[in-house]
């Protein structure tokens, strides 16, 4: 059994910071690329940031600048840094993961999500 799982949400005034984690966790014998989404109320979900397994990364060009991600291969966990936080930035945010099991099967994995919310 494999699970993703976020963490690090909550309420934070504008021009503040977060750090959100995903781990992953159970049986798993490789993690590969991973990723952060978000889905605001009213508003289909949208990436926010994906790193590959050699942590490359890739940034929607609202958050460029101000959020980073960012991966520890050894505990199978991925982070977005959020800075300068914005209103616009209040949403859901997923992380998904690339999870080869022990079986050698792969699948996206994704999290229930964690609230940010951004307000003065």
């Known amino acids: 059994q494999v699970q993703v799982a976020e963490s690090g949400g909550g309420l934070v005034q504008p021009g503040g910071s977060l750090r959100l984690s995903c781990a992953a966790s159970g049986s798993i014998l490789s993690v590969n690329a991973m990723g952060w989404y978000r889905q605001a109320p009213g508003k289909q979900r949208e990436l926010v940031a994906t790193?590959?397994?050699?942590?490359?990364?890739n940034y929607a060009d609202s958050v460029k600048g101000r959020f980073t991600i960012s991966r520890d291969n050894a505990k199978n966990t991925a982070y977005l840094q959020m800075n300068s936080l914005k209103p616009e930035d209040t949403a859901v945010y997923y992380c998904n993961a690339d999870i080869k099991d022990r079986d050698f099967l792969s699948y996206r994995y994704w999290g229930r999500g964690t609230q940010v919310t951004v307000s003065s």
């Open positions: 790193i590959t397994g050699s942590g490359l990364t």
